[in-house]
């Protein structure tokens, strides 16, 4: 029985709830594996309390050891205090009682973030990549979602084109002459929407070869862009003034702040300096290619 204790745990636990049905789950849990996992025959799978406590517990099933992964059937419901996965290592001597555990994030259609237009434009609004995060500096892994959203997209350039990874695939409003909030992009069933802290974001410059938008070529950038955060206003940038089409960059990202108590709401913007970029080029005010 003190071996079963000595059971190596799995570490590393992910779940993503793609059922957008509030107070039911469904998805698939992962988890890494044990260094060493030579006494591990199997792994089972539990809802549990925040402890992992085996009082009141319930079992989802178990997999043989080298599977990584269980499948949590869309509508799967939970209630009361059981509010965790926990994944339990089982040896030939028995199960492991203590486990590894993660807090469910049940999502639904009204956990969203959208990025909108906050200025009017006289042409549509192009996105070659959008990612949210939760560092201020973007510089964790892109929050997760179960579905891209936009207000409407034009010809080819869907939503899914700004989230592809692929810079040569932009996302083309719908409108072409945008009137304030006509124009917004971002992602359905978010785990903790709130938490947004930057925004990564790529844009078409119109007349700008360089920009990966041939595809798209009336498309431009906005100047000014809104955070929304399950359909309410989290902070506007005012002033992503960004490159022009007299400016050689090949490439451009901006990563924006959101401020909070002790932070101030910053704009940062990169460029390829392969090319060759103007002595004085101004990138976003504040911000200089010198």
């Not at 309390?49 to 059937?73: C, E, H, K, M, Y």
């Not at 892109?142 to 939503?159: N, P």
């Not at 978010?190 to 947004?196: G, Y």
């Not at 022009?244 to 390829?272: G, K, W």
Request: aromatic residues 8%; negative net charge; hydrophobic residues 35%.
């Amino acid at each position: 029985e003190r071996r079963t204790y000595g059971v190596p745990l799995v570490s590393s636990l992910d779940f993503l709830d793609t059922d957008l049905t509030a107070s039911s789950v469904g998805g698939t849990l992962t988890w890494a594996p044990p260094a060493v996992a030579d006494e591990v025959a199997s792994y089972t799978i539990y809802f549990a309390d925040s402890t992992g406590s085996s009082v009141g517990r319930s079992t989802l099933g178990s997999v043989p050891v080298g599977t990584n992964s269980f499948a949590i059937p869309a509508g799967t419901s939970y209630t009361g205090n059981l509010t965790h996965f926990f994944v339990h290592s089982s040896s030939n001597l028995g199960l492991s009682p203590q486990g590894a555990g993660i807090e469910i994030c049940d999502v639904s259609i009204t956990d969203t973030v959208f990025l909108q237009n906050a200025k009017a434009s006289t042409s549509s609004w192009g996105v070659l990549e959008l990612s949210f995060h939760r560092m201020p500096d973007c510089s964790d892994t892109a929050i997760s979602f179960v579905q891209t959203g936009d207000s409407g997209y034009s010809g080819s350039h869907i939503a899914d084109n700004a989230f592809d990874g692929d810079t040569s695939t932009p996302w083309e409003s719908s409108c072409s002459a945008c009137a304030i909030g006509d124009a917004a992009i971002g992602i359905v069933g978010v785990c903790k929407p709130d938490e947004v802290r930057c925004v990564k974001l790529q844009q078409c410059t119109a007349g700008h070869p360089n920009t990966g938008c041939s595809s798209a070529p009336t498309a431009s950038r906005m100047q000014r862009a809104s955070l929304i955060a399950k359909g309410a206003h989290v902070f506007t940038w005012n002033s992503l003034q960004g490159q022009t089409a007299s400016v050689q960059p090949a490439l451009e990202i901006e990563m924006l702040t959101v401020p909070s108590r002790r932070r101030r709401a910053t704009m940062s913007a990169f460029v390829d300096v392969s090319y060759q970029v103007q002595a004085n080029a101004e990138v976003n005010p504040g911000f200089s290619s010198r």
